[in-house]
């Protein structure tokens, strides 16, 4: 296949600085578009990725992103003082490292915010200091008993 201008200009990125090893493979399936195109990466002899597979510029960089360092939006919920529910749903308003989900779980899971809430609020700033902050996903009134 035939290099586009785009992928000319990509910066080179050595999988070896992320972990992988020479001839690590992964096959997995693009989520980005509606092709769900079924990528395969692998790390090349002098350590740089190859990504087979994709139809378009985004499934390359979506699948370089996902074998070297896979990112995930965090849903989760939050206990509420005084709301009319118990639990406000949240949400990271970045991405962050899927390997630091349990760990960012866990620091939520020590907070209790207090009613009234309005979405897109911040309840967490800066998260693990990755520059993810928590979010609001609801509205939450205080309970009227």
């Known amino acids: 296949m035939k290099k586009t201008e785009k992928e000319k200009k990509m910066k080179k990125i050595n999988a070896l600085e992320y972990g992988k090893k020479i001839g690590e493979k992964k096959d997995f399936v693009c989520i980005i578009c509606p092709n769900s195109c079924r990528l395969s990466a692998e790390v090349g002899p002098n350590g740089d990725v190859k990504i087979n597979g994709y139809a ?49 779980i866990k620091i939520i899971n020590q907070y209790e915010i207090e009613a009234p809430i309005k979405m897109g609020d911040i309840i967490i700033e800066n998260l693990l200091n990755l520059g993810v902050n928590v979010i609001a996903s609801r509205d939450m009134e205080i309970s009227k008993k």
């Open 56 to 104: 378009c510029q985004r499934g390359l960089e979506y699948g370089t992103q996902e074998f070297l360092e896979p990112k995930r939006t965090l849903i989760t919920t939050m206990r509420i003082k005084n709301g009319v529910l118990p639990v406000l749903p949240v949400r990271s308003d970045k991405e962050l490292p899927k390997n630091k989900i349990f760990e960012a």
